[in-house]
């Protein structure tokens, strides 16, 4: 079954501190992973995803499939950068839409 | 261009009601889809449309939830005989194809008393 894990409903960091969010997936085909992000009292929105191998707003995520991981990282975290992150995965081959973690709030304080 | 809108925005209803939300996706999108947002359960998938196809019915939770797109455009999610468990936030996306970005709308948030 396809399943996406972030192990931590809330993470705390100080300004300038370097930020991981963790994501780990379940699936055995080639998969396509995502992270989207919401901003207090706004929509979700497309973060990154893996295959643009973009830098957005200084976060960057690198697909792992020996540990099926795809963690969010930001060397700096800034206090605008505090939202609810959510990792999410799509299956390809089985034609299925998004399957999203349970998020990870992130507070950054100063 | 305009975004994915939903309306209501925010609707309470009396348990052993039917609601119906409605979906606006971006014009030319094909994909659309139907997410439900509550507290601890992160996004949790309900359904999706692409195109003409027979949509993907395999996260609705129960046989009280029903959708319709018609004319591949505009999507009603319907829930009939509303539950206290029912209430969350109703999250709709579309995409230009199923393996596109998806655009969120802001959501209607139900309540059920």
């Known amino acids: 079954a396809q399943r996406v894990t972030q192990p931590e409903k809330l993470l705390s960091v100080f300004k300038g501190a370097p930020v991981e969010l963790k994501c780990n997936y379940s699936?055995?085909?080639?998969?396509?992973l995502f992270w989207y992000v919401q901003y207090s009292r706004q929509r979700l929105q497309l973060l990154l995803r893996?295959?643009s191998r973009e830098s957005i707003k200084g976060f960057t995520a690198d697909l792992n499939k020996g540990e099926t991981s795809f963690h969010l990282k930001k060397p700096f975290a800034q206090e605008e950068d505090s939202a609810m992150y959510y990792c999410?995965?799509?299956?390809?081959?089985?034609?299925?839409?998004?399957?999203f973690g349970k998020g990870t709030t992130l507070s950054v304080s100063s | 261009g305009a975004g994915v809108s939903q309306s209501p925005s925010n609707k309470v209803t009396e348990k052993g009601k039917d609601v119906e939300l409605r979906c606006d996706p971006i014009?030319?999108?094909?994909?659309l889809y139907w997410y439900r947002q509550s507290l601890g359960q992160g996004l949790e998938f309900l359904i999706y449309f692409q195109g003409n196809s027979a949509p993907d019915k395999s996260g609705l939770p129960s046989d009280r939830f029903s959708a319709e797109r018609t004319g591949g455009s505009v999507s009603t999610l319907t829930i009939q005989r509303t539950q206290q468990e029912d209430s969350a936030v109703y999250l709709c996306a579309s995409s230009l194809v199923r393996t596109d970005t998806q655009y969120f709308g802001p959501g209607t948030r139900l309540t059920v008393l």
């Open positions: 699936y055995s085909g080639s998969p396509e």
């Open positions: 999410a995965l799509m299956a390809r081959q089985a034609g299925t839409a998004l399957i």
């Open positions: 893996h295959i």
């Open positions: 014009s030319g999108h094909t994909a």
